[in-house]
């Protein structure tokens, strides 16, 4: 399996899970000193959000680094949230569906005909630019990355309405396998619940789903 080393990083991570409401989030921590937080839908069985902790350069607390999902705002002194950009600046974001990867970069007005969206295999990312210059972007796509593949423009489809664009990429068979593999790992971690019979029964739910 092309995916062999990000399945063994998984399975030799020290994992923990807990259920909230109809939401498991997983938290890894493993060997090479890294940690990365997964939250997964028992309605979907799909991945939600994706973090990793990361030190501070400057020598701060560390902080989360969004992979997938919606970005938090920071809070202040105060603890009020504080906005980290203009309203009016693109914003990206990431989701996964049960067959593919979706990106929304929202806060783009300009018309459909003025967006290029190809696949750059070589830096294994999906380049987004506009003819106009006001917005060039490199997405990168590390699940391709961890099972070894390249993106292709085949597999791209795009959209745009109400000032976002949509880029969608349909999932590769191997990335597919490579997400059931995991959940099948998952299966067997310790899970706080309230209820021990429902979270037994929300996983048993969530494998049906794959």
Same mark, same amino acid.
């Given at each position: 399996?092309?995916?062999?080393?990000?399945?063994?990083?998984i399975?030799?991570?020290?994992?923990?899970?807990?259920?909230?409401?109809?939401n498991?989030?997983?938290?890894?921590?493993?060997?090479?000193?890294? =940690?990365?937080?997964?939250?997964?839908?028992?309605?979907?069985?799909?991945?939600?959000?994706?973090?990793?902790?990361?030190?501070?350069? /400057?020598?701060? =607390?560390?902080?989360?680094?969004?992979?997938?999902?919606?970005k938090?705002?920071? /809070?202040?002194?105060?603890?009020?949230?504080?906005?980290?950009?203009?309203?009016? #600046? *693109?914003?990206?974001?990431?989701?996964?569906?049960?067959?593919?990867?979706?990106?929304?970069?929202?806060?783009?007005?300009?018309?459909?005909?003025?967006?290029?969206?190809?696949?750059? *295999?070589? #830096?294994?990312?999906? %380049?987004?630019?506009? %003819?106009?210059?006001?917005?060039?972007?490199?997405?990168?796509? *590390? =699940?391709?990355?961890?099972?070894? /593949?390249? *993106?292709?423009q085949?597999?791209?489809?795009?959209?745009?309405?109400?000032?976002? /664009?949509?880029? %969608?990429? @349909? @999932?590769?068979?191997?990335?597919?396998?490579?997400?059931?593999?995991?959940?099948?790992?998952?299966?067997?971690?310790?899970?706080?619940?309230?209820?021990?019979?429902?979270?037994?029964?929300?996983?048993?739910?969530?494998? #049906?789903?794959?």
């Open positions: 399996m092309s995916f062999t080393n990000w399945l063994n990083k399975k030799t991570a020290e994992k923990s899970s807990v259920i909230n409401r109809r498991r989030r997983v938290h890894y921590k493993f060997h090479d000193g890294q =940690e990365m937080t997964e939250e997964y839908s028992m309605d979907t069985g799909v991945l939600q959000r994706r973090v990793w902790k990361r030190e501070n350069t /400057l020598g701060g =607390e560390p902080y989360w680094e969004v992979e997938l999902g919606e938090m705002r920071s /809070l202040n002194n105060e603890d009020k949230f504080i906005l980290q950009k203009a309203v009016t #600046e *693109p914003v990206l974001t990431k989701r996964l569906t049960k067959n593919n990867l979706e990106w929304r970069i929202r806060n783009l007005p300009y018309p459909f005909e003025t967006y290029s969206v190809t696949a750059t *295999p070589e #830096e294994c990312c999906i %380049t987004v630019r506009t %003819t106009n210059k006001k917005y060039f972007k490199k997405i990168q796509i *590390p =699940e391709l990355a961890r099972c070894e /593949l390249k *993106p292709n085949q597999s791209i489809s795009v959209q745009h309405q109400h000032n976002t /664009l949509i880029i %969608t990429y @349909k @999932k590769p068979q191997l990335l597919l396998e490579m997400e059931k593999e995991v959940l099948i790992v998952l299966q067997s971690v310790d899970t706080e619940a309230d209820d021990y019979d429902k979270c037994t029964s929300l996983l048993k739910e969530l494998m #049906e789903k794959q």
